[in-house]
């Protein structure tokens, strides 16, 4: 994988269309042994698809659109990128969307890895990794 760096500028990002194309998860069982959650799944071909917009750095706050509901989101912005957290009663999402480039991206192209972190009935924890895509609208034109 070759990375270059990033002409475009993340601070004027105002919105991502993300989409996930790969996953591996954990689960955390009581009835499971260590062996077995650290074992995780397999890397799985799946699709998920997220908006996330009205990204606010100087205020730390965006919106991301789900298919059932609209959320608050937490941002931060460091060398990184742009990291977005999701937290509920429940779970703590975060989204990190690079401030790079793999081969053939375009100028509005950012890799993306969500990490997906809640606890189910029963007391059993998930955690999961979604690599993907996002592609940006500036709020002003690249140029």
């Known amino acids: 994988m070759e990375f270059r760096f990033l002409i ?26 260590m062996d077995e959650m650290v074992g ?3 890397l799985q071909k799946m699709k ?6 009205d990204i606010d750095l100087s205020k730390g706050k965006a919106k991301m659109v789900g298919n059932n509901d609209t959320v608050e989101l937490q ?9 977005f957290i999701e937290i509920t009663h429940s779970a703590i999402h975060t989204y990190v969307v690079y401030d790079t ?15 997906r972190n809640l606890l189910i009935f029963g007391g059993i924890g998930v955690s999961s990794q979604l ?13």
């Open 8 to 33: 475009a500028d993340m601070n004027t990002i105002k919105e991502l269309s993300c989409s996930y194309v790969r996953d591996h998860h954990f689960t955390i069982d009581p009835k499971k042994t």
């Open 40 to 42: 995780g799944s397999e």
């Open 48 to 53: 998920m698809n997220l908006i996330i917009t």
């Open 75 to 83: 941002v931060l912005r460091n060398e990184m990128g742009l990291i």
């Open 101 to 115: 480039k793999t081969k053939e991206m375009k100028e509005s192209d950012f890799p993306t890895i969500q990490s």
């Open 131 to 143: 690599a993907g895509m996002c592609v940006a609208v500036f709020r002003q034109p690249l140029g």
